[in-house]
C-alpha cells in the first residue's frame, strides 16, 4: 500500500467480529491502529478477542459482546464511548454463513443468520450514532457481501444472501438519513475472502473453484477488505455515502 501517512490519527473505531485470527475483523483493527485510530473490538468469542486484543497492545480495548442481543450492545457502545471518550468509526464485521439448501434451513437457523449478520449491523449503528453525533460526525462501513447482489449460489445460500442484501439497503438509508448529522455510512460488496469464515465448511476444492470465475483470478484477503474498510472510514472518501463498493476481484461483473 503506498505511504500516505496515518488516516486516522485520534479516531475512536469500533470493528465488530474481530476474534479470528486471520478473519476481516482483526485485518482491519490492525491496519485502522496503524492509521492512528484508536480501536474498541468486538466479539462474541471471549477467548479469541483476549489473544487478538493482546496483539494490538494496551492502547486498543477489547469487548465481549453478542450484536444480537439490544441490552449487551447498548451497554457496550455505552461503555465504549465513557473509556476513549467518544466514537467516530463503526465497521459492521459480524456475520455467519451457512450453505444450508432451502428446504432445510430451520427457522433457529434463519433466525441466526438474520440476527447476526442485518439485526447486528441495525442494532450497532443504533448504538454509536449518538456518540458520533456529540463528535460532529463519523463513518459507518457495513461488511455485506456479493450474496446479496446475485442471490447467493457460492456458498451462502437463501437467508444469507437476504440477510446481506438487506445491510446493503441499510447502508443506503442509513446514508440518507444521517448526512445531516455529517455520518457516512457505505457497504462492501465482498468477494469470497481466503480466510476460515466458514469455520472449515468452505474447502479447498471449493475456493479453487470460486477463484477459478474471479475476472483478477484470486479469492480476495481479508487485507483487500480491510484496505476498503479504510478508505470508506476515513478523510479519503469525505463525498461517499450510501453506496455499495464491490470488493470482489470482479465476480460481480457477471
Not at 19 to 32: M, N, Q
Not at 190 to 208: A, L, P, Q, Y
Amino acid at each position: 500500500m503506498t505511504d500516505i501517512g496515518p488516516l486516522l490519527t485520534g479516531k475512536v473505531a469500533v470493528i465488530t467480529g474481530t476474534a479470528k485470527a486471520s478473519g476481516i475483523g482483526l485485518a482491519t483493527a490492525r491496519l485502522f491502529a496503524e492509521h492512528g485510530a484508536r480501536v474498541a473490538m468486538i466479539d462474541i468469542d471471549a477467548a479469541g478477542l483476549d489473544a487478538a486484543g493482546g496483539e494490538l497492545g494496551r492502547d486498543h480495548r477489547t469487548f465481549a459482546c453478542d450484536v444480537t442481543e439490544r441490552r449487551q450492545v447498548v451497554a457496550t457502545a455505552d461503555k465504549i464511548s465513557a473509556e476513549f471518550g467518544g466514537i467516530d468509526i463503526l465497521v459492521n464485521n459480524a456475520g455467519v454463513v451457512f450453505g444450508t439448501a432451502f428446504d432445510d434451513i430451520t427457522e433457529a437457523e434463519y433466525d441466526h443468520v438474520m440476527g447476526t449478520n442485518l439485526r447486528g449491523n441495525f442494532m450497532m449503528a443504533q448504538a454509536v450514532v449518538p456518540s458520533m453525533r456529540q463528535r460532529g460526525g463519523g463513518a459507518i462501513v457495513c461488511i455485506s457481501s456479493i450474496a446479496g447482489q446475485n442471490g447467493g449460489g457460492v456458498f451462502g445460500r437463501s437467508h444469507y444472501a437476504a440477510a446481506k442484501a438487506g445491510i446493503m439497503g441499510l447502508a443506503k438509508a442509513l446514508g440518507r438519513e444521517l448526512a445531516a448529522d455529517n455520518i457516512r455510512a457505505n457497504a462492501i460488496a465482498s468477494g469470497t475472502i481466503d480466510n476460515d469464515f466458514t469455520d472449515g465448511r468452505m474447502t479447498r476444492e471449493i475456493k479453487d473453484e470460486i477463484a477459478a470465475r474471479v475476472p483478477l483470478g484470486r479469492l480476495g484477503t481479508s487485507e483487500d477488505i480491510a484496505n476498503a474498510c479504510l478508505f470508506l472510514a476515513s478523510d479519503l472518501s469525505t463525498y461517499v455515502t450510501g453506496t455499495v463498493l464491490d470488493v470482489n476481484g470482479g465476480l460481480h461483473i457477471h
